[in-house]
């Protein structure tokens, strides 16, 4: 649905590196999605569709790629898991965010062997370091509602012991509470789990009674 058809994206080789090259579906799909993203902020029905970001569909992107609705699904809920994306769904559209694009598509004139370093750095940390630099850093890691991704609440749900429906309600009432009242949060991983802990309160009160 994005109608940026002309000019070129940048591909720089370390993409090889990539956790997901070895895998044609994932990779076409990639690149596929760095070619629609949106490279400066627009609208689309009334609605801003920023830079790094595309709006498409299920159904139309299996049309554009030729891989099957289920495989897609799989794809994107990988992608999503391992921070490349995240994702809107609507009963109409789909809103997909390239998470990273500054660093794939840099418009600063930033060097690419710089951006491949600290890219490199980045993944390791937020995949492999849980330490306090880390933890007061979450702020801007989750300063954003939709960078709580699928296995973020897959964590919740397994620290604070609830099942992952809980999780999934809390964080759609979540986003219910913060678009009626309209609540901004400096954290939004904190304040889902704000949500959580009180909803397994009220759940134990009632078991209590």
Request: hydrophobic share 30%; glycine share 6%.
């Amino acid at each position: 649905m994005n109608d940026e058809t002309t000019g070129w994206i940048k591909l720089h080789r370390s993409i090889l590196n990539w956790e997901w090259s070895a895998d044609p579906k994932m990779f076409s799909l990639f690149v596929h999605l760095l070619v629609m993203a949106n490279h400066e902020p627009g609208k689309w029905r009334g609605q801003d569709i920023l830079r790094g970001q595309t709006v498409t569909g299920l159904f139309s992107l299996s049309d554009e790629t030729g891989i099957s609705v289920q495989s897609l699904r799989t794809s994107l809920k990988k992608l999503e898991n391992t921070g490349e994306l995240t994702i809107k769904s609507t009963n109409k559209y789909t809103v997909i965010t390239i998470v990273k694009y500054e660093e794939y598509q840099p418009s600063n004139g930033q060097s690419t062997s710089k951006l491949t370093n600290h890219q490199q750095t980045t993944n390791k940390q937020l995949t492999t370091n849980k330490n306090k630099k880390n933890e007061k850093n979450e702020k801007n890691i989750y300063g954003n509602l939709e960078k709580i991704t699928l296995n973020d609440r897959e964590e919740i749900a397994k620290k604070y012991g609830v099942s992952l429906s809980i999780v999934e309600n809390e964080f759609e009432n979540l986003k219910l509470y913060c678009e009626a009242k309209g609540v901004v949060y400096k954290n939004y991983r904190s304040a889902l789990i704000n949500f959580v802990k009180n909803s397994r309160r009220q759940q134990s009160m009632v078991l209590s009674i």
